[in-house]
């Protein structure tokens, strides 16, 4: 229910080839260091 602390990403039901989540690895690794991930997700996703 925290809007701010997600990332939109695209269904991945009946796709077998997806790779929404394996291109975002690099952005969720500069989550993991952050002190506070909302204003860093805020300037990429715009929310």
Do not use: C, H
């Not at 080839?17 to 996703?45: C, H, M, N, S, Y």
């Amino acid at each position: 229910m925290q809007v701010n602390n997600g990332i939109p990403i695209e269904s991945w039901y009946n796709n077998p080839f997806d790779e929404g989540l394996p291109q975002l690895i690099p952005f969720l690794e500069t989550l993991a260091v952050a002190d506070d991930v909302r204003p860093i997700i805020a300037k990429r996703f715009g929310n």
